[in-house]
């Protein structure tokens, strides 16, 4: 996602020791080539870390790049091909001391995986709107109001709902850790962006990075259709859009839908391109 790098650690600690070094490290490597378009994120956490590896540079400047590596969602079977892969080259040894930080900073990352739905996998259907309804009326009961929830989970969530959306080609994913069913995500193309209409977690799988992932996996599937950006709407009240900002995305417009008996959709609509 096209997050954009902001550095203050070489003034905070050398700013009147190294005023020159400090503006070198905040502004020209994180300011300039960190955020150079060329190539994204995570590509570049991948080389700083192999570039770091290879040097003999395992002390917290590696741990800080691996660090960053995982929030930009490299997982613990890339890192550990990609630091595999480099000992080839760098040395036994260089790759024994990088894997002691890995598998600290990987230790308590479980394996997320996705799985689509189809319209003709009525049990699935059925498991697929019994969590959603529950997340959603966990999550927007506070926010909107039982009544209006509900009627929305009766709309959009229940079996008859889902299975009429993905008859009509809307795509449903279960997220699972560990095998077990978490959240889900539903998106579908529109002739400029893919339509992000759906993504949530229950609660205790919320603030582990997997955001990133789920919006990677609908990235990549516009990739496959020639999509270049991911659109989404967010209720005006709801923090999660401050979220969405900082993964890239920018507000493009408001807008308040009727949705009958009384209710609306009050919404900002959010976009990011790649």
Request: proline share 1%; glycine share 6%.
């Amino acid at each position: 996602m096209a997050e954009t790098i902001k550095q203050t650690a070489g003034r905070e600690q050398l700013g009147n020791f190294a005023p020159q070094f400090a503006h070198i490290n905040d502004d020209v490597l994180f300011g300039e080539v960190w955020n150079e378009k060329a190539i994204d994120l995570k590509t570049k956490c991948l080389v700083t870390v192999v570039a770091l590896m290879s040097s003999g540079i395992t002390d917290s400047s590696l741990r800080y790049h691996l660090q960053n590596a995982k929030s930009n969602g490299v997982t613990r079977e890339e890192i550990a091909a990609v630091i595999t892969h480099a000992a080839m080259y760098a040395g036994i040894p260089k790759g024994w001391a990088a894997f002691r930080l890995v598998k600290d900073i990987w230790k308590n990352d479980a394996a997320v995986s996705f799985e689509e739905i189809f319209a003709s996998e009525d049990s699935k259907v059925r498991d697929m709107s019994e969590l959603a309804s529950a997340i959603i009326k966990d999550y927007y009961d506070p926010l909107l109001g039982e009544e209006q929830n509900d009627y929305m989970i009766e709309m959009f969530q229940s079996y008859t709902s889902i299975k009429n959306q993905l008859a009509a080609g809307k795509r449903y994913f279960f997220v699972k850790e560990n095998g077990r069913n978490i959240g889900f995500i539903c998106f579908y193309p529109t002739k400029s962006a893919m339509y992000l209409s759906k993504l949530y977690l229950q609660k205790d799988a919320r603030g582990k990075g997997y955001a990133r992932k789920m919006l990677r996996l609908i990235r990549d599937e516009a990739l496959k259709i020639g999509l270049h950006a991911i659109e989404l709407n967010v209720n005006k009240g709801n923090e999660s859009r401050f979220i969405y900002e900082k993964l890239g995305f920018q507000l493009v417009r408001s807008e308040k839908n009727d949705i009958g008996s009384g209710f609306y959709m009050d919404d900002y609509v959010y976009r990011i391109e790649f």
